[in-house]
């Protein structure tokens, strides 16, 4: 395809004003989101959670104080995203969930969603010209708003979206090559080979076409950017290892082994009361000391049958699995029943506790308050 001459005319000048106003860090510096599961490795428990926790992801490259709220009305309907996004004008932006889709294509929809809040939080001007959805899922998604989300690291994400809701993916494709050139005079050796592991066929095929068309460019000249010298470091990479039940909730289980202690320790008192003729003494000296000796080695246990970590006392997360310790079961079989309590009890209010990186600028509501529906359109 044939990338839009308007669009790939207007590109430059329109990253180059994104740039300029969510700074340069993001585009040159920090790591780019992809589309994978070390990027985005919460297995989240309640519709709403999850949409948090992808956008608390999101957010943490930028540096920008966006306030994001999310609201639940979705009633468990699922089977494709239907995600409202209403927009103050602000910065600020509630997004309603009316249906749930499959985990991995959310952070690409939720990238082209929050592209226009950055713009109204950064003060970009959006012209409304740009693309429209063959589906309808994003009824116009602006160049601008595309060239914030590309200057806010998550130019993969969109050009994925871009595929999945019908939109024009080709000066997507453009500025990513723009900024691949730009991070690797930045010292970047990470983002291509992990943008080529990460994207399909069809999406690397439009970056090496744009690539091409802009051979021979000074893309730092095009962009207006200060002498590479000057730019923030690049940062390394952290990859996380997925954690299968984090966001979800987990139960202590005592774990004892008191039976199996009381048992050798009959044993022992009797060979005892044999050799002392005196078994009326050692027998219950010896359930004594095995008792004691098993309440020393009693220890709580994550109460999920493929993890079973052992819990120290103060904590909140798993250490093995990431659950969420949601309190206390005697018998392991009565596990799924009080996860069922649990989540009538809690609803899509509940916040996975962590440790502070992410969460900071997203919050749940229960889709009741007030709001002002100024959205999207054009």
């Known amino acids: 395809m044939t990338p839009d001459a308007l669009s790939l005319e207007r590109a430059p000048g329109l990253l180059r004003d994104a740039i300029s106003k969510v700074g340069i860090r993001a585009f040159v510096a920090t790591p780019v989101l992809l589309p994978i599961t070390e990027d985005f490795p919460e297995r989240f428990f309640t519709t709403a959670d999850g949409v948090a926790l992808v956008a608390s992801r999101l957010l943490e490259g930028p540096e920008l104080d966006l306030e994001v709220e999310v609201a639940d009305e979705s009633k468990g309907l699922s089977g494709n995203w239907n995600i409202e996004a209403r927009y103050d004008g602000q910065g600020s932006v509630q997004l309603v969930v009316f249906s749930a889709g499959p985990s991995d294509q959310l952070p690409s929809l939720l990238a082209h969603l929050l592209g226009p809040a950055v713009c109204e939080k950064v003060g970009i001007q959006r012209s409304g010209e740009g693309y429209r959805g063959a589906r309808g899922e994003i009824e116009v998604a602006s160049l601008e708003a595309i060239m914030a989300g590309v200057a806010c690291g998550w130019g993969p994400l969109l050009l994925t979206g871009a595929f999945r809701l019908g939109l024009e993916p080709d000066v997507i494709a453009y500025v990513i090559a723009m900024q691949l050139s730009i991070r690797e005079l930045n010292g970047d050796s990470e983002t291509r080979p992990g943008i080529n592991e990460a994207l399909s066929g069809d999406e690397l095929a439009l970056i090496g076409s744009a690539e091409e068309l802009l051979e021979g460019e000074n893309i730092r000249s095009l962009l207006r950017l200060e002498d590479h010298r000057r730019w923030p470091a690049i940062v390394p990479r952290e990859r996380e290892v997925p954690l299968m039940n984090a966001g979800r909730p987990v ?82 079989s009565d596990r799924l029943e009080a996860a069922e309590a649990w989540e009538e009890e809690h609803g899509i209010s509940y916040r996975a506790p962590d440790s502070g990186r992410f969460r900071a600028r997203v919050r749940v509501s229960n889709g009741e308050e007030n709001v002002d529906e100024k959205s999207d359109e054009k």
């Open 251 to 332: 139960f202590r289980y005592r774990e004892t082994s008191r039976i199996g202690l009381l048992i050798l320790g009959t044993a022992i008192g009797v060979l005892a009361g044999l050799i002392t003729q005196k078994p009326h003494l050692t027998i219950p000296l010896a359930w004594l000391v095995f008792y004691f000796v098993s309440y020393l080695r009693d220890h709580d246990r994550c109460s999920d049958s493929e993890c079973k970590k052992t819990l120290p006392i103060d904590a909140k997360v798993c250490p093995g699995c990431g659950g969420v310790i949601a309190g206390r079961v005697t018998k392991l």
